[in-house]
């Protein structure tokens, strides 16, 4: 068995990661990311009057 990282980058990715862990194809490991890796992806956009 392999172990793949997978970034979701919407709702229904997710979805389909869902139906396909129900049909028994994969299996779904919840693995929090770190607050400091993700400030890292998506640094603060200064905001505009």
Not at 31 to 46: A, D, F, G, M, N
Request: charged letters at 25%; one cysteine or more.
């Amino acid at each position: 068995m392999q172990t793949v990282l997978i970034e979701l980058t919407n709702q229904k990715a997710y979805r389909l990661l869902k139906e396909l862990e129900d049909l028994q194809l994969i299996r779904l490991v919840n693995t929090p990311s770190k607050l400091s890796t993700l400030r890292k992806r998506h640094p603060k956009i200064p905001m505009t009057c």
